[in-house]
Nanobody
């Protein structure tokens, strides 16, 4: 089973940018889909973006389309989430997780992912 470690979170002003990283250790299969989710205090974990490990197909939540970009680096076994034009509503703990299969509506469901990383806090000040 793979292990995931997120980094790159922090405090940023509205309109600013951050790049999150998710380092993956262990055996990676070509069928893996890497996803980013976020969870604000008192709220459920929600889908942000996903990328296939083999083909770099991507999927985004409507709320981040045009602002966030997910990518993966096969050489370094790392998945990135570039976040631009940040808003206060982007404030949350961001998690990366692993699932398998093809991008579909199921890709947006947190229960489909195992394991998860420990999360990294993103705070956007207004």
């Amino acid at each position: 089973q793979v292990q995931l470690v997120e980094s790159g979170g922090g405090l940023v002003e509205t309109g600013g940018s951050l790049r999150l990283s998710c380092a993956i250790s262990g055996r990676i299969f070509s069928t893996y889909i890497m996803g980013w989710f976020r969870q604000a205090p008192g709220k459920e974990r929600t889908f942000v973006a996903a990328v296939t490990w083999s083909g770099s197909d991507t999927m985004y939540a409507d709320s981040v389309k045009g602002r966030f970009t997910i990518s993966r680096d096969n050489t370094n076994n790392t998945v990135y989430l570039q976040m631009n034009s940040l808003k206060s509503e982007d404030t949350a703990v961001y998690y990366c997780g692993v699932t398998t299969g093809r991008l579909s509506i199921a890709t947006k469901i947190p229960k489909a992912y195992r394991p998860w990383g420990q999360g990294t806090q993103v705070t956007v000040s207004s």
